[in-house]
């Protein structure tokens, strides 16, 4: 069975970085794309970033020049570095990837880390 596991989300100061991992484990053939979403109270969850195997990425406007998807394939695993953090990057953040598992390929999403901008 596939799982996505992250970590790395906290509490820090406007202005801050945090860097989130999320490493997938189980049985598969490889890892089509992931990426980064995130779901703030009373809002609809959002694309933050992806990439997908061949390194093209994909940013949401409001993150740009800020925030760096980035990809260990060795270690199946997915980093998302967010400098400059503000108030309104408060959410919960979730890891979502495309694996293949033989010919076909399925989504799977991780837990969720909560990341928790202040002032």
């Known amino acids: 069975q596939v799982q996505l596991v992250e970590s790395g989300g906290g509490l820090v100061q406007a202005g801050g970085s945090l860097r989130l991992s999320c490493a997938a484990s189980?049985?598969?053939?490889?890892?089509?794309?992931m990426g980064w979403y995130r779901q703030a109270p009373g809002n609809q969850r959002e694309l933050v970033a992806r990439?997908?195997?061949?390194?093209?990425?994909e940013y949401a406007d409001s993150v740009k020049g800020r925030f760096t998807i980035s990809r260990d394939n060795a270690k199946n695993t997915a980093y998302l570095q967010m400098n400059s953090l503000k108030l309104e990057d408060t959410a919960a953040y979730y890891c979502?990837?495309?694996?293949?598992?033989?010919?076909?390929?399925?989504?799977?999403w991780g837990q969720g880390t909560q990341v928790t901008v202040s002032s």
């Open positions: 979502a990837a495309n694996i293949r598992t033989g010919i076909l390929s399925y989504d799977y």
């Open positions: 189980g049985r598969f053939s490889g890892i089509n794309a």
């Open positions: 990439i997908i195997s061949r390194g093209t990425t």
